[in-house]
């Protein structure tokens, strides 16, 4: 079975060389790819874009030590599916429960922005992640990204399914698949996002994944 992760992945050039720079300018950050985090077998899959400059790509963990996690897991801890209600260090101790959380590309891109070109490369390791965890009954992808990554993972085109919020679509083996729009500061702060927005659209996930 192909690999779900690599720790030392450099097949994405551009953003190698821009890990190994930012790794000489915070020496003592992360700057690798940073790996799902999560229950070994969860039923609910949330797929979020890109580590962040000073988020996961600081930390080593997804959504960790940066604002988009703010939201992510304190709605996670609101419905019992964390141990706690933030998410600061790779080493706070804190457990997901029946969640796992990945990215559709695990290095950080310039500008949070990774090229169509790098997706396609890394979506190598979120196919195999889907493939391999049978648990899985619903994905939550976090912006158009994510949800596209999802589609070709599953063997899907693109085209298969519309983005949009809240909206739901049907995976190859019945699993679900239930968009948001990504807990990012933009998105938040502008209230594209809003708080009860995220967590009636969590709440609907964990309640597909039967949790």
Request: glycine share 8%; aromatic share 6%.
């Amino acid at each position: 079975m192909a690999a779900t992760f690599c720790p030392d992945c450099t097949l994405c050039p551009r953003l190698s060389s821009f890990l190994a720079a930012t790794a000489r300018k915070f020496p003592d950050y992360h700057c690798k790819p940073v790996a799902p985090f999560g229950e070994a077998a969860p039923k609910l899959l949330i797929v979020g874009l890109a580590p962040g400059m000073h988020g996961a790509n600081r930390t080593g963990r997804p959504f960790t030590g940066d604002f988009a996690g703010i939201l992510l897991y304190e709605s996670l801890h609101a419905l019992g599916l964390s141990s706690a209600p933030t998410s600061v260090d790779r080493a706070d101790g804190l457990k997901l429960h029946g969640v796992r959380i990945t990215n559709a590309v695990k290095c950080l891109p310039p500008e949070n922005k990774p090229l169509p070109a790098e997706i396609r490369t890394c979506n190598q390791y979120l196919a195999a992640e889907l493939a391999k965890l049978r648990s899985v009954t619903t994905v939550l992808a976090l912006g158009t990204v994510a949800h596209d990554a999802v589609l070709v993972a599953a063997g899907l085109k693109r085209s298969a399914a519309k983005f949009g919020h809240g909206n739901e679509h049907g995976l190859p083996g019945g699993q679900h698949l239930i968009d948001s729009y990504h807990c990012s500061r933009y998105n938040t702060q502008t209230r594209r996002l809003t708080t009860d927005m995220f967590q009636k659209v969590l709440s609907r996930a964990a309640t597909l994944a039967g949790l």
